[in-house]
């Protein structure tokens, strides 16, 4: 019987929550950060139950280990934590990461102004605006995002056939836009987007099972987002995306801001050097930009760069304790 501790720093990327794990997490094997993902789901994930779930935690927190890089030409390496498993990629977790690994001294840059992280899902690079002690804002340089299929169709409970697009941000997503017969996420409360999401998802994955060209580890859409008009005239268009089994994403979603991106892009919407702010349901904005053009495997897509801020809100140092029955975390 062990009482396991970990060092954890919480906070905030425009609303949604970043735990930073900078003490205890697991050694992983693995000559890649993608590799350390699979060691890690496979022997250690009673870490990110224990960490993510109700009591320690609830449905919505999300967070990231970090490690040496197994790259040299990265800074650190990010393990990505939530309570939907581990993600290739988290935009709204690399700027609360970024934010807490500056402020509290865990990572050097080499270079003032900038790092580069390595990632499940390939490197990031990026960069921060700071006063020295508080870091303003977060830039990232994603990873190539992509439109994958176009007006796949699908049965939706109560609403009848919606059509969506398909597209790859860092995580594979089924965005659906407002069409004929529905109004869009200003049609839905945030229960019908809980409850519609899941069974969505769970039948396009049947009808549809995207997987990345270069790393086939990363496959299946785990995330759903519905879009509308913004509320806020700074803003381009608000969106929700809904992610694991009960979480909505209380940021604009930075993999989703990207594969939306991508999405306008192959609709000949947006443009190299087009600039789209995306609102999230709780108001707040990402500033988004299509960076270059980019080409993944049979995929024509952009480089999406991604802005936004975050907040540390305190120190954490969390037991799991194998003698608690919940040390590994439950759901209701
Ligand atoms: O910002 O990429 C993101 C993200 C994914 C899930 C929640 N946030």
Avoid: K
Wanted: charged residues 20%; glycine residues 12%.
């Amino acid at each position: 019987m062990a009482r396991h501790t970990f060092h954890c720093v919480d906070g905030h990327t425009c609303g949604n929550p970043v735990r930073v794990v900078a003490g205890g997490g697991p050694q992983l094997t693995g000559s890649s950060l993608s590799e350390y993902r699979q060691d890690f789901l496979a022997n250690h994930d009673w870490i990110r139950r224990g960490l993510m779930f109700e009591p320690r935690g609830h449905d919505m927190m999300s967070g990231s280990i970090l490690y040496p890089p197994t790259r040299s030409d990265c800074d650190v390496g990010v393990l990505f934590i939530e309570t939907s498993g581990c993600l290739p990629m988290c935009g709204h977790g690399t700027i609360g990461t970024v934010t807490t690994a500056l402020e509290e001294g865990f990572v050097t840059p080499r270079e003032p102004g900038a790092l580069r992280l390595d990632t499940p899902a390939g490197v990031v690079e990026v960069s921060y605006q700071s006063d020295g002690r508080f870091v303003e804002s977060v830039s990232l340089r994603n990873v190539p995002a992509w439109l994958e299929a176009t007006d796949v169709e699908v049965e939706v409970p109560g609403l009848g056939p919606l059509r969506c697009d398909i597209a790859y941000g860092g995580n594979f997503y089924a965005i659906f836009d407002p069409q004929p017969g529905f109004e869009g996420l200003d049609a839905l409360a945030v229960d019908d987007i809980l409850r519609l999401s899941p069974e969505v998802r769970r039948r396009l994955n049947t009808l549809i099972e995207p997987v990345h060209p270069d790393d086939d580890t990363i496959r299946g859409i785990s995330h759903v987002m519905w879009t509308g008009p913004a509320h806020d005239p700074a803003a381009d268009a608000r969106n929700a995306v809904f992610y694991g089994d009960r979480a909505i994403d209380r940021s604009p979603c930075g993999t989703g801001t990207s594969a939306r991106m991508a999405q306008l892009h192959g609709r000949g919407r947006l443009s190299v050097g087009d600039r789209f702010v995306h609102e999230s349901i709780i108001g707040s904005l990402f500033t988004g930009e299509v960076l270059a053009l980019e080409t993944v495997g049979p995929h024509q897509g952009i480089r999406p760069g991604i802005t936004g801020w975050a907040r540390v809100t305190g120190y954490n140092t969390i037991f799991i304790d194998d003698r608690d029955p919940f040390a590994h975390g439950f759901s209701v």
